[in-house]
């Protein structure tokens, strides 16, 4: 039995990560009928909730938690912040496993947007590991943000035998860099993941809906203090006074410290008493936030997953981004990227995101018509994924 050990997730609380390992495991089971799942994860307690499918976890928490040891990271930190030696505590378990499995086990690396950030030091360290063993790896549905490839990136990314690129501005960047390996070309996987409606309450099954998502990520980036909840509040305040639309709040990240339920809450009771805004719960899955979302005549979406299940549903999307993967993702639905991705850093003042969600919203049919052609052949494109994933696997690539 082949063991197949998808690393670089974090945890099923984000519905990111639960959709891409939902799908992907529907396509290593495709890929190698006999496969045994091995997640890493930092997060096993929420993980098992979601996930069947996984046959084994690798626990990757194991930090202590005491004064002692928080100043010496604190010093790292400050004396040495590219080696995080809180990562070598926290992936004992993981080097421990590369040891155990050695050869015997094949290595997916969830790509998502590991690689938008400039340092990721954890993931060199984790890819360190498996090298030693001369272990096979892959990068799995990734965007790869070109200006973040160094020479420190370009050695590590050099090390997967194959790259799922999502999206083909991450495609073009690992050419243009000189990747050496195989570069696969595909939607992301969770453009395959199955639309649940069970969660639709009996009040979305009415009316009309636009669905704003909102995250502390994006908020985080923004250019202007505070500009970016001011603006979400200027488009709620715009839909409720001036369209006949209801509102729904939709989470798709609910860990704590990282959550849009937290992020989005305020702006809840700021229009409770119009009775024309709900907030969706922070308990449902994946499928489910795509149900719902698929109930939205337009949505509006800070997280790429978010917008991911709205896509897929034919549903037109403006997104509030903060990195290749949205435009990335944009470009090769629509040709080009400019209008349908608002930059969080180019919200310079309080009316830009209202006068981008007016734009979309004149070409909401036109935007739903096209989506309705193209999106059939992203979905065959991420399905047929699969096809390339067992080339690799059974070593025929």
């Known amino acids: 039995m082949k063991k197949i050990v998808i690393y670089g997730h974090g945890s099923a609380l984000n519905h990111g990560c639960e959709a891409i390992m939902q799908t992907t495991s529907v396509m290593v089971k495709k890929a190698k009928s006999d496969a045994k799942i091995i997640l890493s994860t930092l997060d096993v307690e929420n993980d098992k909730k979601f996930f069947s499918c996984v046959d084994e976890y690798i626990v990757n928490r194991d930090v202590p938690n005491n004064f002692l040891f928080n100043c010496i990271m604190f010093a790292n930190a400050k004396l040495m912040p590219r080696v995080k030696f809180s990562d070598h505590y926290r992936y004992k378990t993981f080097k421990k496993k590369v040891k155990e499995y050695s050869s015997d086990a094949f290595w997916i690396s969830a790509g998502g947007d590991n690689y938008c950030a400039k340092n990721p030091s ?80 009996e009040k979305m099954q009415s009316g009309k809906w636009i669905g704003l998502n909102l995250s502390p990520v994006v908020m985080g980036s923004e250019s202007l203090k505070g500009v970016t909840y001011k603006s979400y509040y200027n488009v709620l305040d715009y839909l409720i006074k001036n369209t006949d639309y209801h509102v729904a709040l939709i989470p798709h990240v609910v860990i704590d410290g990282n959550s849009d339920y937290d992020a989005m809450a305020p702006l809840y009771k700021e229009f409770e008493q119009t009775g ?4 969706i719960p922070k308990t449902l899955s994946a499928s489910q936030y795509k149900g719902i979302i698929s109930k939205c005549s337009l949505f509006i979406g800070a997280r790429t997953h978010a917008t991911i299940a709205a896509y897929s549903n034919c549903i037109p999307t403006l997104v509030v981004g903060y990195s290749v993967k949205a435009k990335g993702i944009a470009k090769d639905l629509f040709g080009d990227y400019n209008g349908y991705v608002l930059p969080v850093q180019e919200i310079t003042n309080e009316q830009s995101l209202l006068n981008a969600v007016k734009q979309s919203m004149q070409r909401m049919d036109a935007d739903k018509a096209h989506l309705q052609k193209v999106i059939p052949d992203f979905i065959n494109s991420s399905a047929m994924a699969a096809q390339d994933l067992e080339k690799v696997v059974n070593g025929n690539d």
């Not at 024309?276 to 907030?279: A, M, S, T």
Request: proline share 4%; net charge negative; with cysteine.
């Open 122 to 201: 954890w993931l060199y360290m984790l890819n360190d590991y498996i090298d030693q063993t001369n272990g096979k790896r892959i990068l799995w549905g990734a965007s790869v943000e070109p200006d973040c490839i160094g020479e420190d990136m370009l050695r590590d990314l050099n090390g997967y035998s194959a790259i799922f690129a999502r999206e083909s501005i991450t495609r073009d960047a690992l050419i243009e860099k000189g990747y050496k390996g195989k570069i696969y070309y595909h939607a992301d996987p969770a453009f395959t993941l199955p639309t649940d409606m069970s969660a639709v309450s």
């Open 276 to 279: 024309r805004v709900l907030q």
